[in-house]
């Protein structure tokens, strides 16, 4: 029934083909000016105006991210408390299972992926820290604007600006988290500065954070178990420098130079005390030490960029990049690395690290038609080098191979106005050109030692994307569009745990792409006090990827998908001056033919799908106080298999935020699971439901105090 709960209840966000800022949407203070700039959102890859494009598009502006971060702790929460169509968090490191719309969305800063297409080490969300971000779009659905890996969406970061004045500027943070008990082993603490100096056509910034997070604590008051395997964010360090060079030419271009270094690592001061399914007890931690190497997330990117908004009266946007990942993962005795030859006991202990390295450029230059100014044309072309491996640290061998991934690919978009702009036709075309190249290698004893022989295949596909969009009054906007996205599923896990000989790596069946389409219809109402949107899409892929359980190691299956959703928002400017409300609902259902029989009837699991939910809140700003409430209703799902152990419960989450803004900066006071609500995290509630050693609870009630000022 809940499918067509829509009016009330609604979402932060299904605006059709119009880039929403949720803070826009929920502030009190924002009146509609139809003279303000239109919104461009540059993962797009279009100047032009969100609302040209049949896109369902959401901007999180600095404000919201700022304020949501400190009720939620990472970027990544941040997005998952705001947009109902992205799942709930694991509250661990990994983000393996986290989905936009049923699949993996594509995490990116200033439009360069940051996902690992060979071999998915789910860190992509950890890669920068949040105080160097000035925004973030996100683009639903499949699409293949950024290349490959966007089949449930783009999450772009972009970074923060130069300084708008000459001279110095300085952006300063510190905060402390307590937990509810105020339990000093569970108290966080964070500090960062950011120095911008602009001096004429020179603009420069330079910043540096660091964070220490304590243990974290349930809504009962006990420690939550630890992940050692995959990785922690809780009783972790983190460290992050950061550095953007700006230089304006006297023609009107932009060359821009940014570098990033985040680094987040486990401090592994617990050790996990496996919980009790049966009667309901999640796993808990207690003081000791974790064996081999702490779980660790290390990135490094580089980028160079060149935007001309005025040549050749059209504008080019020119960008290469570099990035560096290191994913280290908790060690243990896994039957998975068990090798005779080495220890004949059983009792071998080891650890994976996955290394990632990327080279890439993107171009495209937009205009208008000359003679035919309706017509507006966008060519570009992008490139993209990957090296992956992965490696057990403790013997020095070899799990997946090093393996060398190429993305050639041209596209041409087209957006055209008709009747004065009351209808729009939008389409495109992006060619991809991927090769894979893997040498010889031999797999690990557990899989009984087989002799690969490598290769170099190779993949093309012609992907392309139309819709249309209707404008008949100001303010309403209806429109259509189909979609279609591109990857590879995690090539990683398919070679590691290949275990028939003879295997040639060139025609091996699992190697084939994931190619995801996004089938949307939209309509959106934004005028007054008043903004409302529903939409409902389907998407299918006849060739899926999915997460599997297998040996205690989750590996990939290739069966065709389809999923399809329902979202709806709303929001309110009350008649009190600076009162508003808004809310979201998602529905989403997904299902794939699990035992080959030719019929896609089973539901897709809690590890590829994400729960219903509904989103409430009121905000509340009179001068320089800011109130916020919110309340997110995880709601119950049962799955079509053969055992109830999997059905998810639901729960409610509510968080506050205050805010005061003085001569010295702000000082604000946030509140997570402001009820102190005991349950048990989404991933935990519906995946490996017979191991009692990941059966997480979730954080109870947290409070965050910061200060924050520039000057």
């Known amino acids: 029934m809940h499918r067509y709960l829509t009016g009330a209840f609604a979402l932060v966000l299904a605006s059709p083909g119009y880039a929403q800022s949720v803070q826009s949407a929920d502030s009190p203070d924002t009146e509609r000016d139809d003279s303000s700039p239109a919104i461009v959102v540059t993962a797009a890859r279009s100047q032009l105006p969100a609302s040209a494009l049949p896109l369902t598009i959401d901007v999180i502006d600095s404000e919201a991210l700022e304020r949501q971060i400190l009720v939620s702790g990472s970027t990544v929460d941040a997005v998952s408390a705001l947009l109902p169509s992205f799942s709930p968090t694991r509250e661990k490191l990994s983000g393996a299972g986290e989905s936009l719309r049923g699949r993996s969305p594509l995490y990116a800063i200033n439009g360069i992926p940051q996902s690992t297409p060979v071999r998915d080490g789910s860190r992509d969300g950890y890669t920068i820290d949040p105080f160097f971000i000035d925004r973030v779009e996100v683009i639903y659905g499949s699409n293949a604007l ?30 402390i988290t307590l937990p509810d008990g105020f339990d000093g082993e569970g108290i966080g603490a964070k500090s960062g500065a950011l120095v911008g100096y602009r001096t004429g056509a020179f603009d420069a910034s330079f910043g540096a954070t660091v964070e220490r997070r304590g243990a974290f604590f349930d809504g009962a008051g006990n420690r939550i178990g630890v992940d050692g395997t995959q990785g922690e964010i809780q009783d972790s360090d983190s460290w992050s420098l950061f550095a953007r060079l700006g230089y304006d030419l006297p023609t009107g271009a932009r060359l821009e130079l940014v570098a990033n270094r985040f680094e987040l690592e486990g401090n592994a001061n617990y050790v996990l005390v496996p919980g009790d399914r049966s009667t309901g007890i999640p796993s808990t931690s207690v003081r000791g030490t974790t064996p081999g190497d702490p779980p660790s997330n290390t990135a490094e990117l580089l980028s160079a960029s060149l935007t001309d908004t005025d040549l050749g009266g059209g504008t080019l946007v020119l960008q290469g990049f570099y990035s560096k990942t290191s994913d280290v993962f908790g060690g243990g005795v896994f039957g998975t690395f068990q090798d005779p030859a080495i220890d004949p006991s059983g009792m071998l202990f080891d650890q994976s690290a996955n290394r990632s390295r990327k080279l890439g450029g993107k171009v495209s230059y937009e205009r208008a038609v000359p003679g035919f100014e309706d017509l507006t044309l966008t060519a570009g072309f992008d490139a993209l080098f990957d090296r992956t491996e992965q490696s057990l640290v403790q013997t020095d061998r070899v799990w997946v191979p090093p393996s060398d991934f190429r993305s050639l690919a041209p596209f041409l978009q087209g957006n055209l106005a008709l009747a004065d702009g009351v209808v729009r036709l939008a389409g495109g075309l992006r060619y991809e050109n991927v090769e894979l190249s893997v040498g010889d290698f031999q797999t690990l004893a557990s899989y009984g030692s087989v002799q690969v022989d490598g290769g170099s295949p190779s993949f093309q596909d012609l992907l392309w994307n139309a819709g249309v969009i209707v404008e008949p009054i100001d303010g309403l906007r209806a429109y259509a569009s189909y979609a279609e996205g591109f990857t590879i599923a995690d090539v990683g896990r398919i070679l590691r745990g290949i275990t028939q000989p003879g295997i040639d790596v060139d025609d091996f069946l699992s190697l084939e792409p994931v190619v995801s389409n996004n089938r949307e219809l939209g309509l959106e109402w934004d005028r007054g006090a008043l903004q409302a ?23 990939v299956e290739r069966q065709p998908i389809e999923i399809e959703g329902f979202e709806a928002s709303l929001a309110w400017r009350a008649p009190l001056p ?39 809140a009121a905000d509340y700003s009179s001068g320089p106080l800011s109130l916020r409430a919110q309340a997110r209703f995880y709601l119950s799902r049962q799955f ?44 935990s509630d519906t995946v490996r439901v017979t191991d009692n050693s990941r059966f997480y609870s979730g954080r109870g009630r947290t409070f965050t105090l910061s200060w924050r000022g520039a000057f």
């Open 533 to 555: 949107s529903a939409s409902y899409f389907w998407s299918s892929s006849d060739f899926g990827s999915l997460l599997v359980l297998r040996n205690d190691v989750f590996e």
């Open 146 to 175: 950024q290349g490959i890996g966007a089949t449930g969406g783009v999450v772009n970061q972009v970074t923060v600006g130069a300084p708008r004045e000459d001279g110095v500027a300085i952006d300063a943070l510190a905060q």
């Open 578 to 616: 600076g009162l508003s409300f808004s809310g979201g609902y998602a529905n989403l259902s997904g299902r794939t033919d699990g035992d080959s029989d030719g019929i896609v009837d089973e539901d897709l699991d809690g590890a590829n799908i994400s729960p219903d939910r509904v989103n409430l």
């Open 640 to 683: 079509n298999d053969l055992t109830s152990a999997t059905d998810f419960e639901g729960y409610t989450l509510l968080d506050a935020f205050i805010a005061y803004r003085t001569d010295i900066g702000e000082f604000a006071l946030a509140a997570s699971n402001l009820t102190d609500e005991f349950y048990v995290t989404y991933d």
